[in-house]
């Protein structure tokens, strides 16, 4: 089974996309699953994780709604807030729902990451730990150093960094990604998408030749048993086309890959993290 692992779907009118705006004209229209499904189809994606793109309990309801008619969603991973009292009702609810594979921090938004350190926030994210709920970790480069504590004091948490944890890419950064990377990479229980790496790019001026390194270095770290393919569909229209993210990835592979290696990145990953 082929899987993209990493998509959005919005429709504009519910008002939950604040980040959505007429300034990103590319963006500010309905993606919904009609649309995808001719990338699906011109890669032999059999379907999809949708990922919630907005920090709403509405908005994850809305997409279990479409996971329900739509059989190339194979997953959902909604959004909670662990600083929210209510957050295991919500989740309990969710649950329930045959599609429900996990929820998402975004880290990324918070202007003090130092948050997710305080002690109802770890006690919180423990107890999904303990539950072996899979969470996806939404964040930045300049973010990772509160992250690795975080995962220090929940070593067992299943989690998935979205898009490579999101490095400069448009400036060349490397350092100190890289080194949080490899310490992150030690707990076995991580895995990382690769996905969301045009848009870290310079959106005009890009080459294929400037992932390379990145994806090389991710899948040294977390070997091919732990990396995701994510298109990061509809926000990667930004700087890339569908097949544009898919060609990218391709090409920075290392030349020793296989048929094997392959499948794992492009699905049996995606179905092991998310028991799909």
């Known amino acids: ?3 993209d692992a990493h998509q959005h779907y919005w429709k504009i009118e ?3 996309y604040g980040w959505i705006t007429p300034e990103y004209p590319v963006l500010y ?3 919904l699953p009609a649309d995808l499904a001719p990338h699906l189809k011109a890669h032999q994606l059999d379907g999809t994780i949708l990922v919630q793109a907005a920090p709403t309990i509405e908005e994850t309801e809305f997409i279990l709604s479409l996971a ?3 059989d190339t969603i194979l997953g959902v991973v909604g959004w909670l807030d662990l600083f929210d009292p209510d957050h295991r009702r919500h989740y309990e609810r969710f649950r329930r729902h045959p599609k429900f594979v996990g929820f998402r921090i975004m880290i990324q938004d918070m202007p003090d990451a130092s948050r997710i350190l305080e002690p109802a926030f770890v006690e919180a994210l423990r107890g999904y730990a303990d539950d072996g ?3 996806d970790l939404l964040v930045r480069s300049s973010q990772l150093e509160p992250l690795v504590k975080l995962i220090e004091r929940i070593p067992h948490l299943r989690g998935v ?3 490579i944890a999101k490095p ?3 400036d060349g950064e490397i350092e100190p990604w890289l080194g949080y990377m490899r310490t992150l990479a030690g707990f076995p229980n991580l895995y990382c998408k690769l996905s969301g790496m045009v848009t870290e790019a ?3 001026r890009w080459k294929p030749e400037d992932f390379t390194p990145y994806v090389r270095h991710v899948i040294s770290l977390f070997g091919p048993d732990r990396v995701l393919f994510g298109s990061d569909w509809p926000v990667c229209l930004l700087a890339a086309g569908y097949d544009d993210v898919v060609g990218v990835l391709l090409q920075a592979l290392p030349e020793d890959w296989g048929e094997r290696e392959r499948a794992a990145l492009f699905g049996l990953n995606a179905r092991k993290v998310y028991r799909v």
């Open 1 to 3: 089974m082929r899987i």
């Open 168 to 170: 400069r890419i448009r």
């Open 202 to 204: 310079d959106h005009r």
């Open 68 to 70: 329900e008619q739509d």
């Open 133 to 135: 709920t899979t969470v």
């Open 29 to 31: 229209r309905d993606f």
């Open 161 to 163: 960094i979205d898009h």
């Open 14 to 16: 519910r008002g939950d």
